[in-house]
Every structure is written in C-alpha cells, then in structure tokens.
C-alpha cells in the first residue's frame, strides 16, 4: 500500500513571503506522480503543480515550484510571494503510472497574513 | 483544462431514501471516474473507480450495496447512496482523468455535500 503523509495541518506566511509545504510519500512503484492539489472554501480541488517521479529536474509553475527528492520520497511544495488567493488546504497526492487513483495526504491549511 | 461537473452541490434528504449524485466530463471522453469522500477537516478517501462499461472496483471496507455506481457512458457516472443514514453524511467528489497518458491530470467535480437527516 502506498502512503502520502502531511506533517503539517496548519501553515501561516506573511503575504509575499515565502513558505514550503512538507510532504512525504511511501510507494513500491518505480515510476509514479506527485501533485499538489488546493482546495479553496469553495471545496473545489485545483491543480498546483505535478511532478513525474523519471523526471530529475524540479517542476514549477510561476510562483510555485516543488523540491522533488526521490532517494528521499520527499515532496515539498514552495510558494513565493504568497497571496491571498493562496489561503487554502493543500493536498499532496501521488498516482503510479498507468493508474490514475490518487493516495492523498490529510492535508496542510495555509493561512496567509495580510 | 478538461471540465467535469457534478450535480447536485447540495442535497439534503431523509433517512432511509436514496440519493443519487451525477458527474459528467463535459468536454472530453472520460474512461475511468474516481469517486472520493471527504470528512469535515479531513482528506480525500477513494471510495471506488469507475470504469464505462463494467462494473466499479470498490476500495476496501466501502460497501458496494450502499454506493452504488454506474458509468453508462463515457462521460456520465452516477453514485448512488441507498437507504443513506446520517453517518452519510459527507462530501463526495468524483473526478475524472483525461485519456491522454502522457500527462496524466486527474479533474475534479465540485464536489456534493450531502445531509442525511
């Protein structure tokens, strides 16, 4: 069974500071994804950023990127100049290849500080 | 990016009737649909994955004649919550994954509260 574990439940930054989210995941599979997912008040899940476990190089997206260690099974996810729209709760999810059924992690509540 | 749209968002019904929840892909042919559940302040749990044309692979401890799914079509799924009862009570979201391989991304719906009362 594959795991995914948020040792964070809660994070508050300062708005344009930056913040890392944690993530650590447990898998057998060789080839694999990782995402971070957030989920606003409104409940409705969006994709931050995805990784794929054969790829070294760190995937980013504007103000997002992931420190990706595979050797580590370590995930984290940094956000740069926070704002607002980034208060939300944050998911770190993993899919193996060829099965799109994601393992969630419980989740990290990001509180951004105005 | 794909759409996949979930109806109702809200559903409040009476204990021991049925509920049935819809999740269509809206632009884009869907093979397999997840459904989760999530608890207050808590994370997303695989309920099952729903394959178009055969029946649903079910997750461990969900029972199967409770939730009830059907994926009729390639861009439908239904779960179906029989004779629910207030520990029902949840969030379900469905999602649905886009068939190219390459750049696996799973869509969500926005997500069902249900109330059993």
Redesign the interface.
């Known amino acids: 069974a594959q795991t995914v574990t948020q040792s964070q439940p809660e994070m508050s930054v300062q708005e344009a500071e930056t913040v890392t989210l944690s993530c650590t995941y447990d898998t057998s599979e060789s080839d694999y994804?990782l995402f971070w997912y957030k989920q606003p008040p409104?409940?409705?899940?969006?994709?931050v950023i995805?990784q794929e476990a054969y790829k070294q190089q760190n995937a980013t997206e504007n103000r997002f990127s992931v420190n990706f260690q595979k050797a580590a099974k370590s995930f984290s996810l940094k956000i740069s100049d926070s704002q607002l729209g980034d208060a939300a709760m944050y998911?770190c999810a993993l899919?193996n290849?060829?099965n799109?059924?994601?393992?969630?992690?419980?989740?990290t509540r990001l509180t951004i500080i105005p | 990016g794909a759409v996949v749209s979930q109806h109702p968002s809200r559903v409040i019904c009476k204990s021991g009737t049925s509920v049935k929840i819809e999740c269509r892909s809206l632009d884009f042919q869907a093979t397999?649909m997840?459904w989760y559940r999530?608890f207050p302040k808590?994370?997303?749990?695989?309920m099952a994955?729903s394959n178009e044309g055969s029946k649903a692979t079910y997750e461990q401890g969900v029972e199967k004649d409770k939730f009830l799914i059907n994926h009729a079509s390639l861009t439908l799924s239904t779960l179906t919550v029989t004779s629910a009862h207030p520990e029902d009570s949840s969030?379900y979201?469905c999602?649905a994954?886009f068939p190219d391989?390459a750049k696996?991304?799973?869509f969500?719906g926005?997500?069902t509260?249900l109330t059993v009362v």
């Open positions: 994804y409104s409940r409705q899940m969006i994709l995805r998911f899919a290849f060829g799109e059924k994601l393992t969630f992690g419980t989740g | 397999t997840f999530q808590q994370s997303l749990m695989l994955t969030f979201i999602s994954t391989r696996t991304e799973a969500f926005q997500g509260r």
